[in-house]
């Protein structure tokens, strides 16, 4: 069988739609998750890792928060800080490593009334912040992580003051404004194919 193999200078990434999309089009599913029948050893020694398909995923939990914050104006200029505070007391109430989390913060356009003569600063006063979280639970994360499904249910159970005051803990006062967390959806889980070979190795 031919294979053509390109080396790339620099590793080349796909997203879960597009490898499940090219295993469709190939006939992953059809063809049971084989795409010839096993061959023959004819003498030959076959050696590899011992690992199941379930071992090879590495899970996400995401979920969003929304927070009020008291200066729309301070935030649009300290936005880190808030983004690191919650990063921190997600891990402080998960029990998840604060490198497998990322947080981001996106401040809420407001509707103003059409005013224009004299609009109003477009950041001033209160404020919504939506702050989305992705939380990866790698395949070979230590016993002391907690599943995916564990983050999970522990984020179904945490209420916004108890997570709106430990971010506050965190947060400087020289940041100008204050946060009150609102709500918090959800929590949604995906697993993501491991692949042990990237496109530029």
Not at 41 to 58: D, F, I, W
């Amino acid at each position: 069988e031919a294979v053509d193999w390109y080396v790339l200078q620099d590793s080349a990434t796909a997203s879960r739609w597009q490898i499940q999309t090219f295993a469709a089009v190939m006939g992953w599913t059809s063809a049971g998750g084989n795409f010839r029948p096993p061959q023959p050893l004819n003498g030959r020694t076959v050696r590899g890792c011992a690992v199941t398909r379930a071992e090879q995923m590495s899970a996400k939990v995401r979920c969003t928060t929304t927070v009020s914050v008291s200066d729309g104006a301070a935030f649009a200029k300290n936005k880190p800080f808030l983004e690191l505070a919650m990063r921190g007391a997600l891990s402080s109430l998960l029990s998840v490593p604060e490198e497998n989390i990322d947080v981001t913060a996106i401040l809420q356009p407001r509707r103003l009334a059409a005013q224009p003569e004299s609009p109003p600063p477009i950041l001033s006063g209160a404020r919504t912040v939506i702050l989305s979280h992705v939380i990866t639970i790698p395949s070979d994360a230590p016993a002391t992580v907690p599943t995916a499904t564990a983050v999970a249910n522990s984020i179904s159970a945490l209420t916004t003051h108890r997570l709106g005051a430990n971010v506050t803990s965190r947060m400087p006062a020289a940041v100008g404004f204050t946060i009150t967390v609102s709500a918090i959806s959800k929590p949604t889980t995906d697993l993501a194919p491991w692949y042990p070979y990237s496109a530029g190795a």
